[in-house]
T-cell receptor, first 110, second 116 residues
Framework: DAKTTQPPSMDCAEGRAANLPCNHS???????VYWYRQIHSQGPQYIIH???NNETNEMASLIITEDRKSSTLILPHATLRDTAVYYC???????????FGQGTRLTINP | DAGVIQSPRHEVTEMGQEVTLRCKPI?????LFWYRQTMMRGLELLIY????????DSGMPEDRFSAKMPNASFSTLKIQPSEPRDSAVYFC??????????????FGPGTRLLVL
């Protein structure tokens, strides 16, 4: 699976959009981009995934660049409950392993 | 659905004792995963099962660790004998299949293990 690079920490004001970047310059054509988050003392939680098109669900939006070498997770109106570690993961469909890096620790400030 | 259920939520034991962690996956899910999380190593996959059969146990640290899945609704992770370096949070996860989008893994709340 391709390696991902994320900033170790970010801050965002409550009510503003939180934009979390992820670099995956060695991603292959058949690898998906997944985002999970882990709120303190809880298990990781799936957020969203995509292959090459931008995706949106009730939690977030995922913007993937045209060359697929990077992506951005957008939380449109961040709340205090969005404070968590966010993991960007790339993997091939059918490959069950989720390889978690260090992620980005996002802090939402009141 | 109640989600993935793990027990116990907390376990404190002494070095050398046997520890058994339990997991009930989401009903109907064909895949079950055991992860371990520590400050030093982060989240790492230990083993996963498909239809109760172990598929990849390359992440199991050593012979002291063993995992079983006797049926579709129950799995155990056993450490015998336990050591202080086994102290970690152990997560169980399950997924419906290996095809997008059903391959999303749903995690349980974890078991926090402390070996003294």
């Amino acid at each position: 699976d391709a390696k991902t690079t994320q900033p170790p920490s970010m801050d965002c004001a409550e009510g503003r959009a939180a934009n979390l970047p992820c670099n995956h310059s060695t991603i292959s054509g058949n690898e998906y981009v997944y985002w999970y988050r882990q709120i303190h003392s809880q298990g990781p939680q799936y957020i969203i995934h995509g292959l090459k098109n931008n995706e949106t669900n009730e939690m977030a939006s995922l913007i993937i660049t045209e060359d697929r070498k990077s992506s951005t997770l957008i939380l449109p109106h961040a709340t205090l409950r969005d404070t968590a570690v966010y993991y960007c993961i790339v993997r091939v469909q059918g490959a069950q392993k989720l390889v978690f890096g260090q992620g980005t620790r996002l802090t939402i400030n009141p | 659905d109640a989600g993935v259920i793990q027990s116990p939520r907390h376990e404190v034991t002494e070095m050398g004792q046997e520890v058994t962690l339990r997991c009930k996956p989401i009903s109907g899910h064909d895949y079950l995963f055991w992860y371990r999380q520590t400050m030093m190593r982060g989240l790492e996959l230990l083993i996963y099962f498909n239809n109760n059969v172990p598929i990849d146990d390359s992440g199991m640290p050593e012979d002291r660790f063993s995992a079983k899945m006797p049926n579709a609704s129950f799995s155990t992770l056993k450490i015998q004998p336990s050591e202080p370096r086994d102290s970690a949070v152990y997560f169980c996860a399950s997924s419906l299949s290996d095809r997008v989008p059903q391959e999303t893994q749903y995690f349980g709340p974890g078991t926090r293990l402390l070996v003294l």
